[in-house]
Every structure is written in structure tokens, then in C-alpha cells.
């Protein structure tokens, strides 16, 4: 299996509604990473939770992490049409020589409906 | 707010031509990245860079890639003879030092025909 793994693939709910998306991962790591993407754009990062942290709020965001059951999940709360776009997960982990390298997951696909 | 800029934003070429796609990281970071996405699959990590040389490659990042940062502000990925499985859209990113965050920039989307 591969690092970072995430389900649903896809969500389809109505504006107004929370999105949850869960992402599971297998080796030890630094931080975890949410970002989000539009349909053939670039990745903007959304949120980072670091390895010591349990939970973590930025704005409609809300990131949880469990170390021991190496998983972690995105809300979005309230969600609006402009939500509409993919999700991916990424961990960070240390590199052997030098810095740090982030592996992403398959990511969802939320549609959010007005 | 600073952004990492790549050019082009898309390239078309012909199989097994030499394409370089470039980037110019945030200036004050020292940490640099290229990641591919191929359509509807992964954002896969190719490679790292810091301090002028690779610090991590990927199985991807195999003789037909390479890395340069040629002057103090852009740093390249070549592919030389390129494949039609190389289609796909290439990121770049950069890190500053004691910081986890990375900066996308927006991404080249090459096109191998």
C-alpha cells in the first residue's frame, strides 16, 4: 500500500453541509499536510499539523491527527460551491541526507452543490 | 505574498525531444522540489535539492531527468528524449530552512505527442 492513502475518493454534498475526509499513512513522520487542488491548478496548502499534535483549527478547517492509528482527517465546515475541488493529504518526512520530502496521497474529490 | 513561479505553463513537444521546465523558487529558500502529477493519478515526489546538489531522488528520476539551479534564482528540470508517459503536470516547490511548510508554484503541463 502506498503512504498516505485517502477515502472517500469522492464526496458529493450540498453547500451548507460539512465535508470529512479521512487519509492514512504508514511511516513515522515529521507533520502532515493538507492541500487543496482545482480541476488542472496548482496545490495551495491548506493546513499543517505537526507529529506532537492532536488537532488543529484554521478558519472552516479542521485538521485531527491520531499518530497511534496513523491517520488524520479535514473538515470543512459550512461548506460553499468554491470548495468544489480535489484534497490531498501529504506526510513530511525527514530525508537521509538533507531537508524534508512530502508524499502524497490519491486525494478527494469534493463536489460541493449550491 | 511570495510565490514560486514556473514557466511555461504548458509545453507541448515531440517524443524524444529534450524539454527544461523552470522555476524560480521564493528567494529566501533553500530547499527545492519537483513533483509530477500525471492525469487523474498522484502528486509523485521526482526529487530535492539543497545546497546545490540532490539531496533525494526518487525511482522516477532516472538518467533521462535532471536538476540545475544555473544562477541564484532559477532552478531547472530537464528531461532529455522525452515519452509519451512523461505527459504530465510537473510541480516545483521550494522550503525555507527550520520551516515545513513548501510553496507550489502553479505547475508546467507537459504534453509529450
Known amino acids: 500500500s502506498q503512504q498516505g492513502e485517502e477515502d472517500p475518493q469522492a464526496l458529493s454534498i450540498q453547500e451548507g453541509e460539512n465535508a470529512t475526509m479521512n487519509c492514512s499513512y504508514k511511516?513515522?513522520?515529521?507533520?502532515l499536510q493538507w492541500y487543496r487542488q482545482n480541476s488542472g491548478r496548482g496545490l495551495v496548502h491548506l493546513i499543517l499539523i505537526r507529529s506532537n499534535e492532536r488537532e488543529k483549527h484554521s478558519g472552516r478547517l479542521r485538521v485531527t491527527l491520531d499518530t497511534s492509528k496513523k491517520s488524520s482527517s479535514l473538515l470543512i465546515t459550512a461548506s460553499r460551491a468554491a470548495d468544489t475541488a480535489s484534497y490531498f493529504c501529504a506526510t513530511d518526512t525527514l530525508l537521509k541526507a538533507a531537508g524534508n520530502k512530502l508524499t502524497f496521497g490519491g486525494g478527494t474529490r469534493v463536489l460541493v452543490k449550491p | 505574498e511570495p510565490e514560486v513561479t514556473q514557466t511555461p505553463s504548458h509545453q507541448v513537444t515531440q517524443m524524444g525531444q529534450e524539454v527544461i521546465l523552470r522555476c524560480v523558487p521564493i528567494s529566501n529558500h533553500l530547499y527545492f522540489y519537483w513533483y509530477r502529477q500525471i492525469l487523474g493519478q498522484k502528486v509523485e515526489f521526482l526529487v530535492s535539492f539543497y545546497n546545490n546538489e540532490i539531496s533525494e531522488k526518487s525511482e522516477i528520476f532516472d538518467d533521462q531527468f535532471s536538476v540545475e539551479r544555473p544562477d541564484g534564482s532559477n532552478f531547472t528540470l530537464k528531461i532529455r528524449s522525452t515519452k509519451l508517459e512523461d505527459s504530465a503536470m510537473y510541480f516545483c516547490?521550494?522550503?525555507?530552512?527550520?520551516?515545513?511548510?513548501?510553496?507550489f508554484g502553479s505547475g508546467t503541463r507537459l504534453t509529450v505527442v
Open positions: 516547490a521550494s522550503r525555507k530552512q527550520g520551516a515545513y511548510g513548501y510553496t
Open positions: 511511516t513515522s513522520i515529521n507533520n
